[in-house]
């Protein structure tokens, strides 16, 4: 059976101040954010009734949308608030949380002085981003033809809808030829990141990880850092090239959504789901449903 279309669901929505009805949340053709890419986003995930790093996610949303010029007129506290309410309004445990901040409809043009900023919040049950059984047996990467763009060309450090654009295109081509995502290089041809999610690598026990300075630095990303080193794994940030993957041995990727998922593939190059990814499958699994208590992760 097919699931419920995203514009008619039942509950509701929070939307600029209120709790409107989930069909009811809506917004005029004419709104800049659906023609010029200038809305921000998060993506948050509930287990067991708690938003997992609510804070963090709130404070890097109002983050994307100061370094698109704009001020959510809610503040963090205001819109934690609301998230959690809201959580317990749908009556879920597990779902997904996101909120997502817009320029209005005031003005019609590149210019949007005038714009009133928008926010909505909405939560859903929304299990796993990859199958499943593709999940454990470590999913299929293609090479992305897009890019991550250099900073000097775009704001790359924030969520903003408008990058998303490169990550749609590439991970339609990439399902389209059976794989599950893409992972895309920067704009110098270093390994970046896959369309939603931080890819970390495993060679003879140390972990690789390429520096996040034109990509999202995830909180999943900067929380299995932690783990990582809690079980006192050595973990490099550094430079990567696509040429070095053939000597990795096991690969995974980082995200609120992918969570730990390991991958047994990327393009001509094949990797295992070994004991590091597996561990710290594990350990994120336990920490965010509040049965580990990290040391390094916890700061995170
Ligand atoms: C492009 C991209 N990179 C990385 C991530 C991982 O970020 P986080 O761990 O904060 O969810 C995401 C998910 O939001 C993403 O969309």
């Given at each position: 059976m097919a699931a419920a279309p995203f514009h008619d669901r039942p509950g509701v929505i929070w939307m600029n101040g209120e709790f409107v009805p989930w069909a009811d949340a809506k917004v005029h053709v004419l709104s800049h954010g659906l023609h010029y890419g200038s809305g921000v986003f998060e993506g948050e995930r509930a287990y067991g009734g708690t938003i997992f790093k609510l804070d963090e996610h709130t404070r890097r949303l109002h983050h994307s949308a100061e370094i698109l010029?704009?001020?959510?007129?809610?503040s963090v506290e205001e819109i934690n608030q609301v998230s959690i309410e809201l959580l317990a309004r749908q009556g879920h445990k597990d779902a997904y949380v996101r909120p997502i901040a817009w320029r209005g409809s005031e003005m019609m043009g590149v210019?949007?002085?005038a714009n009133t900023i928008n926010l909505s919040i909405a939560v859903w049950e929304w299990p796993s981003y990859f199958k499943p059984a593709e999940r454990l047996k470590g999913i299929r990467l293609d090479m992305a033809k897009y890019r991550r763009p250099d900073p000097a060309t775009a704001p790359s450090k924030a969520k903003a809808t408008g990058l998303y654009m490169i990550c749609t295109l590439s991970k339609h081509d990439a399902e389209a030829k059976g794989y599950a995502d893409a992972l895309m290089l920067d704009w110098r041809g270093r390994v970046a990141e896959a369309t939603g999610a931080n890819v970390f690598f495993v060679k003879d026990g140390i972990i690789h990880t390429p520096t996040p300075d034109c990509f999202l630095d995830g909180i999943t990303r900067r929380t299995v850092i932690g783990l990582a080193k809690d079980r006192g794994y050595e973990i490099v940030e550094r430079t990567i090239m696509p040429e070095e993957m053939a000597d990795f041995e096991q690969c995974f990727l980082t995200g609120t959504a992918a969570e730990v998922t390991p991958v047994s593939e990327i393009g001509p190059y094949s990797f295992t789901v070994g004991d590091i990814t597996r561990n710290l499958m594990e350990d994120y699994t336990a920490l965010v449903q509040g049965k580990l208590q990290p040391a390094m992760a916890s700061s995170g």
């Open positions: 010029g704009f001020k959510i007129p809610w210019s949007a002085q």
